[in-house]
T-cell receptor
Framework: NAGVMQNPRHLVRRRGQEARLRCSPM?????VYWYRQLPEEGLKFMVYLQKENIIDESGMPKERFSAEFPKEGPSILRIQQVVRGDSAAYFCASSPAAGTGEQFFGPGTRLTVL | QKEVEQDPGPLSVPEGAIVSLNCTYS??????FMWYRQYSRKGPELLMYTYSSGNKEDGRFTAQVDKSSKYISLFIRDSQPSDSATYLCAWGDSNYQLIWGAGTKLIIKP
């Protein structure tokens, strides 16, 4: 049973470019969460999605950031016009249901903005 | 006051020692508690999950929750060099959002 998959593992972008991060949840999981982690810091919640729905995006910056989880295909976290401060590790987690706390994480995408 | 307090370490102990990792929290609404292990440049891995006060044991790992003191601990017995990682505590309420500690870096010296 494959775990949560994320790609790319490493992404380098120049300021002003777009970054697209992909996440495929574990089989049978319909709940996806995105987190950002800065060096030496804990995880910061960004957004929670179910298939075709954004449930909570309270942790996501209002501008430049968006997320989707279409009926078919992976969840996408999109960052437009990246700035150096967007450099971080972005983790996706999935769970079979909401409210249980058991979230399973992918390996992360490390975004570097030059 | 932060919702979760966790000593960042690093905590360095010799192989075979008993390790104690701790977190405190301030929000009484938290109902379930987790410990995750994160190796360098990897995603967090769920180690222990509990929603009640008391102890929960899994192999060499024991999670202890004291809701009255808002305090949780993770004990690792017979520590191994492979246990060297960052340990993250996390809390949740009845919903889905987890609140995370910043993590304690643990180093087990052979």
């Amino acid at each position: 049973n494959a775990g949560v998959m994320q790609n790319p593992r490493h992404l380098v972008r120049r300021r002003g470019q777009e970054a697209r991060l992909r996440c495929s949840p574990m089989k049978g999981h319909s709940h996806v969460y995105w987190y950002r982690q800065l060096p030496e810091e804990g995880l910061k919640f960004m957004v929670y999605l179910q298939k075709e729905n954004i449930i909570d995006e309270s942790g996501m910056p209002k501008e430049r950031f968006s997320a989707e989880f279409p009926k078919e295909g992976p969840s996408i976290l999109r960052i437009q016009q990246v700035v150096r401060g967007d450099s971080a590790a972005y983790f996706c987690a999935s769970s079979p249901a909401a409210g249980t706390g058991e979230q399973f994480f992918g390996p992360g995408t490390r975004l570097t903005v030059l | 006051q932060k919702e979760v307090e966790q000593d960042p370490g690093p905590l360095s102990v010799p192989e075979g020692a008993i390790v104690s990792l701790n977190c405190t929290y301030s929000n009484s609404a938290f109902q379930y508690f987790m410990w995750y292990r994160q190796y360098s440049r990897k995603g967090p891995e769920l180690l222990m999950y509990t929603y009640s006060s008391g102890n929960k044991e899994d192999g060499r790992f024991t999670a202890q929750v004291d809701k009255s003191s808002k305090y949780i601990s993770l004990f690792i017995r017979d520590s191994q060099p492979s246990d060297s990682a960052t340990y993250l505590c996390a809390w949740g309420d009845s919903n889905y959002q987890l609140i995370w500690g910043a993590g304690t870096k643990l180093i087990i010296k052979p």
